[in-house]
């Protein structure tokens, strides 16, 4: 099924009748609303500064702008955060929110403080069409796209949550953004495609597209036009080094082959030595993570600027697979890095947060359903 396709399929529901929700519109969007409404287009730059560098959601504290013009704001339009389900945080810092959309829909996003960085873990989809056969989200049928706002208010609400606004501060926890939470991001390009130029604007939300990356199962068609828009860092889920394992594992395989998705790698653009796509590999015990399998990796990755990320299965209920050992894991590593590759092995966090991601909404529906029984 082609990104539009599905974007068809799987829109969000468009907004309810009331007032209009300001937050994922682009600049021109926001400029067209403010212009409709009889205003200067000036004025819909200094609104786009107070909605996503000052972060402020109240009309009444922008002060800068006419009581008039603010009045009628505030009669057509409204600036909205998702609903907090659940808020919890893990011994190890790791935040994880559980969030709630008008229509009644939920996602996850995370916060993972490290000791360099602080990676903010976004959704770009109510669960997902693609079975990746490891991943609990893969467990959840797809329910639909998110919005442009849906996507970009969850890098705000962290903000809120953290209290990092105005973007401006120097002391921002939130230092990169990976859309890597729920949901193939391909599969909705132009939705994230939206809500990643507002997160890019310097005058606003503020994220260098050096500090955002993007990561897909391998969705070929997409990949190029991405990179060539967006210019964002590529991250792949690799997880196989040959098809037949990667068809198991990974059924996306079955129509865009190893082959064809190492090609699209090598195309992407603005790839280099300084800026290297990141193979994701989660490290299963008996499928992927022999001697053999580290040797092949090295092989199929020789010409293309790449680091490869291990991740230690994080098991889930009825999953069925197991992690690999941590021997196995680390002589994996090393054969890597004997052959060049860089390969650092991802700490599990939040363990004691149902960090298995998608594994949070999974309860919560659980619990829903068991209350309405
Ligand atoms: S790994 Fe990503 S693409 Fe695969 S099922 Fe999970 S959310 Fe979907």
Redesign the pocket.
Known sequence: MSGTAHAELFAPPSESAGLKNLVGLSREALEAEITACGEPAFRARQLWQWIYSKGVTEFGAMTSLSKAFRARLEEHFVVRRPEVVQDLTSSDGTRKWLLRFSDGQEVETVYIPEDDRGTLCVSSQVG?T???KF?H??TQRLVRNLSPAEIISQIMLARDALGEWPSTRLDRKITNVVMMG???PLYNYDNVATALKIAMDGEGVAISKRKITLST?GVVPEMERCGRELGVNLAV?LHAVDDDTRDKIMPINKKYPLKQLLQTCRDYPGTSNARRITFEYVMLKGVNDSPEDARALIKLLKDIPAKVNLIPFNPWPGSFFECSSNNAIHRFAQILNDGQLSAPVRATRGEDILAA?GQLKSESERKRKSERT
Request: charged letters at 10%; aromatic letters at 0%; proline letters at 0%.
């Open positions: 997902c693609l079975t990746c991943c989200t893969g729920m949901g193939e199962s889920s991601c």
